[in-house]
């Protein structure tokens, strides 16, 4: 598959549109009369605007295989995008095929009802190994593309727990229980511990790796967050769901460059 990369318009993700190709194929995860769930790769925007409703769906489809969006009945103009991952962030994301289950999806993410669970490869060890982030986050005013911790800012929570530890990295897995702009990035950048490949939070890239293979591996050119794994809890319009999606090849990659076995669902 040769495609472009679709940046977003939000300019706090301007960050993350680098002019690499979209090589993967999205997949489907998950497909029943109401809602289909997606693995979205990395390099895909997901930004909608008035002139351009259907975009971000359009955009999805055609990175899938012409058999399996057929197979699935799978089409721009009748699904509808219930949330969004940044450009350069890969995995699950979630479609309604009609209004009442997206109303009642939209509902359930307000309401914090849907467990989301992260994948990062983060510089450095965290300490502890587990626990949680609790910093509001507001607007990064002298650069409109970044959030940053502000003690007059939102409320941000996230819990974090190490399930890897390589060379000079860790893997983290990550639970947002808000669902601020960069809540992540900004999180751990701000503890000392920015996820490999996130330029505009991460400072120096390389870190002081040495390794030639190593280093090659830990520059991918988009942050290493991967959106792995989604509970949606039963609700009026959509059954019970938990699905989970592989780790992009660029992660698979870095991982076994630093000696981290890939975790299990």
Known sequence: MKSTLQCKVDARDASTCHPWPVSARASVLHSDERLVALAKPPGISLATSRRD????????????????????????????????????????????RDTEAHRGLAVAFAARQVEKTYLALAWGRPR??????????????????????????????????????????SLLQLTPHTGRTHQLRVHLASAGHPIVGDDLYGG????????????????????????????LPPGRATV????????????RAALAAAGIPEPRP
């Open 53 to 96: 409703p259907d975009g971000a769906v359009r955009r999805l489809l055609a990175a899938l295989d012409n058999a399996e969006r057929a197979a699935h009945g799978l089409d721009a103009g009748t699904l509808l995008l219930v949330h969004r991952l940044d450009v350069g962030t890969s995995g699950v994301v979630l479609l309604a």
């Open 204 to 231: 120096p890239r390389h870190r002081g790796v040495r390794d030639p293979a190593l280093r090659r591996a830990l520059d991918p050119g988009r942050p290493l967050l991967h959106a792995w794994r989604l509970h």
């Open 128 to 169: 502890p190994p587990a626990g949680r982030f609790d910093r509001p986050l507001g607007p990064d005013r002298r650069d409109r593309r970044r959030m940053r911790i502000d003690p007059a800012g939102r409320a941000a929570a996230s819990d974090y727990r190490t399930v890897g530890r390589g060379r000079q990295v």
């Open 240 to 251: 019970e769901l938990i699905v989970t999606a592989p780790l992009p090849a660029d992660l």
